[in-house]
Each structure stands twice: as structure tokens, then as C-alpha cells.
């Protein structure tokens, strides 16, 4: 089954890894950082909708501002700042996060 094709487990799929992200293991966190780039890459607007209304980037910015993990911390940034790049204009509240977590 194709994530993005079912509403239901888009929304489940995200909640999942809301939870790991905010789990205390680093290597947890990486691997739900790279399942998220994935499904960002991969999965329609349906997901993009899921990431954003159950508080995805928020999350990543608590753990950054957290002072965690460097691996962790540095693939948030890097993953902000792609998505900044790959949206665009529609991005502008990613670029408004990425600035307010370098202060």
C-alpha cells in the first residue's frame, strides 16, 4: 500500500513518527528523521498536509533548541533547509523556523 494513496494511515504513519522523534535514543530519532525525508520526498500533499498539522516541524525545532545529539540537530537543519529549497515561496514559514532556531 502506497502511504500517500490512504488518508488513514498517512495520518497514523505521522503520529508514529511524531513519537519517535521524541524519543530519548538518538539513533531512534535519525532513523525517523530519514523515514520522514523519505515520505516528504515520496508521498503526496495528503502526507505534507499530516506533517504539517500534527506539528512535525515544531517538534524538530524543540529537539534542536533541546541542544541534543549534533547528528541529530545537524540533520534537522539539513533537512529544514531543504525543504525551505524544494517549496519555495510556499516554504517561507520554514525559512521563519530556521531563523528563529539559529538565534
Known amino acids: 500500500m502506497f502511504i500517500g494513496s490512504l488518508f488513514r494511515l498517512a495520518k497514523d504513519v505521522v503520529k508514529a ?8 535514543n538518538p539513533k531512534v530519532q535519525l532513523l525517523a528523521l530519514t523515514l ?13 498536509f499530516q ?11 524543540k529537539i534542536v533548541k533541546k541542544k541534543t545529539d ?3 540537530r545537524d540533520k ?3 533537512l529544514i533547509d531543504s525543504w525551505r529549497e524544494a517549496f519555495g515561496e510556499s516554504g517561507e514559514d520554514i525559512l521563519n523556523i530556521t531563523l ?4
Do not use: S
Not at 513518527?17 to 530519548?24: A, D, E, P, W, Y
Not at 500534527?54 to 517538534?59: D, S
Not at 528563529?100 to 538565534?103: A, G, I, K, P, V
Open 76 to 78: 534537522i537543519l539539513v
Open 70 to 72: 549534533m547528528h541529530v
Open 100 to 103: 528563529l532556531m539559529r538565534t
Open 17 to 24: 513518527v511524531k513519537r519517535r522523534l521524541q524519543h530519548k
Open 51 to 61: 506533517i504539517a498539522e500534527r506539528g512535525i516541524l515544531q517538534e524538530m525545532v
Open 36 to 48: 520522514l525525508e523519505m515520505m516528504v520526498k515520496n508521498c503526496g500533499d495528503y502526507v505534507h
